[in-house]
């Protein structure tokens, strides 16, 4: 069973759409009892990550949340501003402190003037449509995933000094590297809407749910 964690915010019903299509048992619950019966978690979340940070510490969900994964081991898929949280630090109107997961902090695309094909465009932020992934060889999914490497993003913060380490998959939008899939232990995060991805992003649900961590 996954556990959909909610928190007030985010595309939850979505996310459980896409679990009941690729048959994976999932709840959508704030209650954290019922939560701990689950095997797997997944964060998900649209909107301003301080909002998102007051949710969470005002449910008492932000400490539940690190005692499941810390101490717990549970595996857990932070998706877009859910992914965010599971980094060190966000400077989204101001600063708030993530979960800790795995390194990294959370800043702002900046809106640019930018060459391609010849003609000088200006790159809009947000990025909102389908980019192509590129993915580290030491992805379990790179090699199946390669032939339609394309997600849907929509975020105007983007995660900046990460471990190398960590990071599985990446984007790239103009002179922005977009870190897409990072995995530490039985953590997870993708930057982009999974349950939006169409075959690509789908698969990608379905390892987490059927195969992360086993």
């Not at 990550?49 to 932000?62: A, I, K």
């Not at 471990?163 to 039985?186: E, F, M, R, S, T």
Request: proline share 5%.
């Amino acid at each position: 069973m996954i556990g959909i964690i909610d928190y007030g915010m985010g595309n939850l019903h979505s996310v459980y759409s896409a679990c009941q299509y690729l048959k994976l048992d999932a709840i959508i619950s704030s209650d954290p009892k019922q939560l701990e019966q689950c095997e797997r978690l997944i964060l998900p979340g649209v909107g301003a990550f301080g909002d998102m940070d007051h949710m969470l510490r005002e449910s008492g969900l932000y400490d539940w949340i690190k005692n499941q994964v810390e101490v717990c081991h549970k595996p857990i898929l932070g998706i877009c501003l859910g992914m965010q949280a599971l980094f060190d630090r966000s400077f989204e109107f101001g600063e708030y402190e993530g979960l800790h997961f795995m390194k990294g902090d959370i800043c702002p695309l900046e809106s640019l003037r930018v060459h391609e094909k010849g003609k000088e465009v200006t790159l809009t932020v947000p990025q909102i449509g389908w980019n192509k992934l590129y993915f580290s060889y030491d992805f379990a999914l790179a090699d199946e995933l390669a032939a339609d490497p394309y997600v849907y993003f929509d975020h105007s913060y983007a995660l900046m000094h990460w471990d190398p380490a960590d990071l599985k998959a990446y984007a790239q939008y103009g002179p922005y590297v977009i870190p897409a899939v990072l995995i530490h232990n039985n953590v997870m995060g993708c930057q982009f809407h999974p349950e939006k991805s169409g075959p690509t992003g789908l698969r990608i649900l379905e390892w987490f749910g059927k195969e992360f961590c086993v």
